[in-house]
Nanobody, 124 residues
């Protein structure tokens, strides 16, 4: 079964740091682009950061200079290092990836998969 599993969320004080992880399983072909999104209560889902298989990155203006996305292709895992956290960073953070895999006799290429999300709360 192909899936993405996030971890690393929690409660942190303003100015603190957290590191999120997103592990892809069920594929021996790996992931193409990977990304982190977030969704605060009552708000639309927002793209936070993206990273290509070659390591090129892009960030939302609201997190530039504070967040860093990275990946370990050997582990099919993406990370989001979040520093200088602010209360407005509070949200459910969701991992998204384009996965290639073989299942039930069929080959699936660059299928978009979502994780279940991990909650980040920034509060004193």
């Amino acid at each position: 079964q192909v899936q993405l599993v996030e971890s690393g969320g929690g409660l942190v004080q303003p100015g603190g740091s957290l590191r999120l992880s997103c592990a892809a399983s069920g594929t021996s072909y790996g992931a193409n682009a990977m990304a982190w999104y977030r969704q605060a209560p009552g708000e639309q889902r927002e793209l936070v950061a993206t990273i290509t298989s070659g390591g090129n990155t892009n960030y939302a203006d609201s997190v530039k200079g504070r967040f860093t996305i990275s990946r370990d292709n050997a582990k099919n895992t993406a990370y989001l290092q979040m520093n200088s956290l602010k209360p407005e960073d509070t949200a459910v953070y969701l991992c998204n990836a384009e996965l290639t895999y073989y299942s039930g006799g069929y080959f699936y290429r660059d299928v978009e998969v979502w994780g279940q999300g991990t909650l980040v709360t920034v509060s004193s």
